[in-house]
């Protein structure tokens, strides 16, 4: 209650007090789910007899602002560094781990792998996939990704090592199997 109301003492709140900012955000939140699921929802064509309904907890998942794993990650990322970041990560999955807040799978943190990546942040990719791979399974996509981000580093053998367990989980995986082609085929003289 006291994220949005106005406390006048322990357990005690002035509901009708519109003071707090964030009760002002959450009254046009209210507004906003309202429309949803009044001009927009309700003139969904069903499929089955189960008509969906947006709520709270659709964007929230128990939580004040609605963000997703990555998107906090990014952000601290870009404040304060990786191990900052990595920190962060840690503290949430030991927080809210079995809940519904966060999405602790491997996807999130790959996406953030594939834009430091991009943008050649390839120490701080390459420290989110060690930990990636601390606490998920490996997937054809996250061996490829980190194949990736090692080629890009120059590393080919971690790179070659990282395209085969990619083949090994899918061995239709076209891409693994043309990395790996590529890094195994003999050099051509000059």
Known sequence: CAFCHVEKGSDDFNFP????????????????????????????????????????????HGQPKPEAIEDIIRAELNTKGIESAIQKYRDLRTKFYGGYSYDFSEKP????????SENNKLPEALALLKMNAEFNKPSAYSELLTGDVYLKSGMKEEALQHYKKSSELDPEDFFAKKKIQELTAPEKPQ
Not at 30 to 57: F, G, S, W
Not at 109 to 116: F, I
């Open 17 to 60: 007090l519109d003071d707090k900012a964030e009760k002002k955000t959450a009254r046009a939140m209210i507004l906003m789910t309202r429309a949803i699921n009044d001009q927009y929802l309700k003139n969904m064509p069903l499929e089955d007899e189960h008509r969906i309904t947006v709520t709270c907890a659709t964007c929230h």
């Open 109 to 116: 943190l790959n996406r953030v792998v594939a834009e430091l």
